[in-house]
């Protein structure tokens, strides 16, 4: 029993940002899928709810579908997953298809997998049963994964509290520019706003960033200093 327990702890880990996504495999409603294997050189969201037919994840779920080419021109893919059979699964997106208007969605089709986890074997992979909150259902979280299959970003939320998707969308954005230009963004940055240059490795580079005169770049003190975005 005890070493049952102990494997199940470990199952249950959460991983931190920087480790490898763990891998898995599983049936969803798009067909079978290999993570990270189908995956490689795209980035992905994992994000979990609670069951089907519930109405915050009915919202959320709107919202991704809509957003998906959003996301899929970031070279990103979206996996939803809860606690629940592929027939309750697709009965539920049918509803969704057929019948729910929200917030001018209507007529939503969900292309994007599902995965079914009756066992939790994936969420207990990913530290998505918080025993608090229910044994019997996933919390609503969010893993953010990026081409090299490495968690970038994790994000959880009460089951009352539906998701943020243009917050997740500007995540995507700021992580991809931060990696690509070597850079960092400031609280509340948005697409196109100034961005923060690393910190200088000497007091020689201190001294001459401050006293700079480029029109690119300007600084608040020898620690904090911006690069100007062409608008």
């Given at each position: 029993?005890?070493?049952q327990?102990q494997?199940q702890?470990?199952q249950?880990?959460?991983?931190?940002i920087?480790?490898p996504?763990?891998?898995?495999?599983?049936?969803?409603?798009m067909?079978?899928?290999?993570?990270p294997?189908?995956y490689k050189g795209?980035?992905?969201i994992?994000?979990?709810?609670?069951?089907?037919?519930?109405p915050?994840c009915?919202t959320?779920?709107m919202?991704?579908?809509?957003?998906?080419e959003?996301?899929?021109?970031?070279?990103t893919?979206?996996?939803g997953?809860?606690?629940?059979?592929?027939y309750?699964?697709?009965?539920w997106?049918?509803?969704?298809k057929?019948?729910i208007?929200?917030n001018g969605m209507?007529?939503?089709?969900?292309?994007?997998?599902?995965?079914?986890?009756?066992?939790?074997h994936?969420?207990r992979k990913?530290?998505?049963i918080?025993s608090?909150?229910s044994?019997?259902?996933?919390?609503?979280?969010?893993?953010i994964?990026d081409p090299d299959?490495?968690?970038?970003?994790?994000?959880?939320?009460?089951?009352?509290?539906?998701?943020?998707?243009d917050?997740?969308?500007?995540?995507?954005?700021a992580?991809q520019k931060a990696?690509?230009?070597?850079?960092?963004t400031?609280?509340?940055?948005q697409p196109?706003?100034?961005?923060i240059v690393p910190?200088?490795?000497?007091?020689?580079?201190a001294?001459?960033?401050v006293?700079?005169?480029?029109?690119?770049?300007?600084c608040?003190d020898?620690?904090?200093?911006f690069?100007?975005?062409k608008k």
């Amino acid at each position: 029993m005890e070493e049952q327990n102990q494997t199940q702890e470990a199952q249950s880990r959460l991983p931190l940002i920087g480790d490898p996504a763990p891998s898995f495999k599983a049936k969803t409603t798009m067909g079978p899928i290999n993570f990270p294997e189908d995956y490689k050189g795209k980035w992905v969201i994992l994000f979990s709810h609670p069951a089907d037919f519930t109405p915050v994840c009915t919202t959320e779920f709107m919202t991704f579908a809509t957003m998906q080419e959003d996301f899929r021109k970031l070279n990103t893919e979206l996996i939803g997953l809860s606690i629940d059979s592929i027939y309750a699964h697709i009965a539920w997106l049918r509803t969704i298809k057929e019948k729910i208007e929200f917030n001018g969605m209507k007529n939503v089709e969900v292309n994007f997998p599902v995965i079914e986890d009756l066992k939790m074997h994936v969420s207990r992979k990913f530290g998505m049963i918080h025993s608090n909150s229910s044994t019997t259902q996933a919390v609503r979280a969010v893993f953010i994964m990026d081409p090299d299959s490495k968690v970038r970003a994790i994000l959880y939320y009460p089951l009352s509290t539906g998701r943020n998707m243009d917050e997740i969308k500007r995540m995507i954005i700021a992580m991809q520019k931060a990696d690509k230009e070597q850079i960092a963004t400031p609280a509340n940055w948005q697409p196109g706003d100034d961005v923060i240059v690393p910190p200088p490795g000497s007091c020689g580079t201190a001294r001459d960033r401050v006293e700079s005169k480029d029109d690119d770049q300007y600084c608040l003190d020898w620690f904090m200093c911006f690069r100007r975005e062409k608008k």
